[in-house]
């Protein structure tokens, strides 16, 4: 018997208290409720409809509009700095498209089954003509990505990798001679470092490690690369390997390297390097290190991360995007190192930052509540700062003015912070009108990402057209909001993270346009696991819930996750080799309790994910239906951690609305 601390909440028992644990077995052929016949199955294309019934056509047509929406994000410069590459969809799946001019038509330049996942373009050298790119592509979204490198004279891949191993961080080199990345060939785990130069056969691999090391900048000679040696979202280290004697540096703003996280770093023009770290602060701070003085710190906000940083190729100046409570804002330092807000750059989220190959603009991918993606482009003619915009994508023909916006708002939870009650940020949607609107909890994945206001044509289908509130809490555990926050949630403080959700529904019981009655929640990766432990803890305020590739059971989830991913949720989770801890994750695992979920339950999974097995969604489907539940659950033959393609993405969209029509409408 395994007494853990009791988690209140107001009339309810606790999550985990006084519970007799141990391995889940996994339930072959549940029983129906009272007899009934086993759930209808239906396949369409690669996609499993099982207990889920069909979508009437009315409601499907008033969904298909907003998956035609269409975001669009950067990539990076055209190899010859004349027009950007963006990475957006003309059908199924994401490709490559080329813009040469702003607002300019779009060319599609790569064309494929499966979507290009991220591209490095080569730089324009002697004796290459015709644009280069290397592409990461995987198959039915396994994530094992492999690097292709497409020359747009032929219009061809050209495979550099082994075919069947995990690439990540592909990085050209200044002169566009050499290609450094990393990859999982040597044994399937770590990502040793590898280096390519086209026309000199297959890549090399040049430096093995132990865990995942990733290359984030070539010096300006190639001599060196600054590696990123990452644990997990709260330690991980720097070091500058010289690649001639093999020799690697480390790097860091306290003499002592005591543990931190160091996220990113470039090379500036002497050698120095641009920095973000939280190392003796809270929150990821930007730090110059120069080759020759002491580091200094940059004059940015010390309450918000750094989240983006980038330098110029000539190594003057360096931009940076600090997220201030969700909402990005670009600053950029220059020779005198002096902050200086990009004027004029839209309310948004900032996704991907590059300057061009002249060091004169700045191109960044945004997106808001109210726009599905676009690029823009900064520059400074005589001095003075221009903000220009280079796209504007379709929203479905809707008109994005009447999309809702995202307002922000903080609600108390269950324990203090410096003496008064911890305040966690949320977003709200809410529908035109007074309400009490029935209202929809969106829990981010992670469980170190963070809701941001970006937009997601899911939320704007929900309010606009099914009348639901919305509200995307950052719980503890969230990014965004320092270290301390970000720890709140780790180890044998798993369920807190689940009592501010119980804090959420109190909240949303207060306000008088919402109807507490008619609460649900909606989450993806580590945020389904947040849906089905609120469904366990809360089921009685919950009438629904949506599990989108969810842990079920943190044990076998960490014993099938792939074994380059494994070391590093182990130091987020806990480990389940050791019995105490092993036992403590039993208790807080939903399975554990899957007989006491009585709301209704939507389980949603890709058949390839590596990330979070397919296991995990059959084993909470069987032991739902064996407590008496009817569950509705999808599987996509062709998709991994998430939906991908646009038909699939559609189905979802059809049949999540239908389930809230059902249950919570």
């Known amino acids: 018997m395994l007494c853990v601390r009791k988690i209140a909440r107001r009339g309810a028992a606790g999550l985990i208290a006084s519970l007799a644990v141990g391995p889940t077995v ?40 907003y998956g035609f929406t ?8 055209a190899p010859d700095g004349r027009g950007l590459l963006v990475l957006t969809r003309f059908g199924e799946t994401a490709q490559l498209h080329r813009v040469a001019t702003p607002m300019g038509a779009r060319s599609q330049w790569t064309f494929g089954a499966e979507p290009i996942a991220f591209a490095a373009a080569r730089p324009v050298g002697p004796g290459r003509g015709e644009p280069e790119v290397v592409v990461g ?51 399937g785990k770590d990502f040793d470092l590898y280096l390519w130069r086209p026309g000199d056969g297959p890549p090399r691999r040049v430096k093995e490690f132990e865990g995942n090391w990733y290359p984030l900048d070539w010096s300006a000679d190639g001599k060196r690369i600054l ?141 808001s509540a109210q726009t599905p993606g676009d690029v823009w482009v900064a520059s400074w003619p005589a001095g003075k700062p221009k903000v220009e915009r280079w796209t504007e994508t379709e929203a479905g023909g809707l008109p994005v003015a009447t999309f809702a916006d995202a307002r922000l708002v903080h609600y108390p939870t269950f324990d203090a912070d410096e003496g008064r009650r911890r305040q966690i940020p949320a977003f709200v949607y809410k529908p035109a009108g007074k309400g009490p609107f029935p209202f929809v909890i969106h829990i981010h994945g992670g469980p170190e990402g963070q809701a941001r206001p970006w937009f997601d044509p899911a939320i704007q289908f929900w309010v606009r057209e099914l009348g639901l509130a919305v509200i995307a809490p950052n719980v503890r555990g969230s990014d965004g909001y320092g270290k301390a926050f970000l720890a709140l949630d780790n180890g044998r403080k798993r369920a807190d993270s689940v009592r501010d959700i119980g804090a959420l529904l109190d909240w949303a019981g207060s306000q008088p346009d919402l109807d507490p009655k008619r609460a649900a929640v909606y989450g993806g ?23 989108i590739v969810g842990i079920s059971n943190f044990v076998t989830f960490l014993e099938n996750t792939l074994a380059y991913r494994r070391d590093a949720r182990r130091a987020e989770y806990g480990d389940e080799r050791d019995p105490a801890m092993r036992e403590f994750l039993y208790g807080v695992s939903p399975l554990t309790h899957a007989n006491r979920i009585r709301s209704r339950l939507f389980v949603v999974q890709g058949a390839n994910d590596p990330r979070v097995p397919r296991s995990e969604a059959e084993q909470i489907v069987r032991a739902v239906r064996a407590a008496g539940q009817a569950v509705w659950y999808l599987l996509a033959h062709d998709e991994g951690h998430g939906f991908q393609r646009k038909s699939n993405r559609d189905a979802l969209l059809q049949s999540v609305a239908l389930f809230w029509q059902s249950h919570l409408l």
Request: proline share 8%.
């Open 70 to 77: 269409r975001p669009i994000r950067l990539s990076g410069w």
């Open 26 to 65: 996994a339930l072959a052929a549940p029983p129906q409720a009272g007899g009934a016949a086993p759930p209808e199955v239906r396949t369409i294309g690669a996609l499993q409809f099982d207990g889920v019934p069909t979508v009437p056509a009315e409601l499907a047509e008033r969904a298909l509009q």
């Open 227 to 367: 590696l990123q040696r990452f644990v997990s979202a709260e330690f991980a280290e720097l070091f500058a390997l010289d690649l001639a004697s093999g020799t690697l540096a480390p790097i860091a703003v306290d003499p002592d390297r005591k543990p931190a996280a160091y996220n990113a770093a470039r090379f500036d023009a002497d050698g120095g390097v641009w920095l973000t770290t939280d190392a003796g602060s809270d929150v990821l701070r930007l730090w110059h290190l120069p080759r020759i003085g002491p580091p200094t710190v940059a004059p940015l906000s010390p309450r918000w991360p750094v989240e983006a940083i980038e330098v110029a190729p000539n190594g003057v100046r360096v931009a940076a995007v600090v997220n201030e409570d969700g909402w990005s804002r670009i600053h950029t330092l220059g020779a005198d190192g002096k902050a200086a807000l990009v004027a004029g750059a839209p309310h948004g989220v900032v996704t991907q930052l590059a300057w061009s190959p002249d060091s004169t603009a700045l191109a960044f991918s945004l997106t």
């Open 525 to 547: 990766s580590y945020g389904g696991f947040m849906v089905l432990a609120s469904l366990v803890q809360y089921g009685d305020r919950l009438k629904a819930g949506v599990d």
């Open 137 to 187: 592509i995987d198959r039915g979204g396994s994530e094992f990505y492999q690097l292709h490198l497409w020359r747009r004279a032929t219009a061809r891949f050209e495979l550099v990798t082994d075919g069947k191993s995990r690439h990540e961080r592909p990085l050209w080199s200044r002169d566009g001679a050499s290609l450094a990345f990393a990859g999982t060939g040597r044994n």
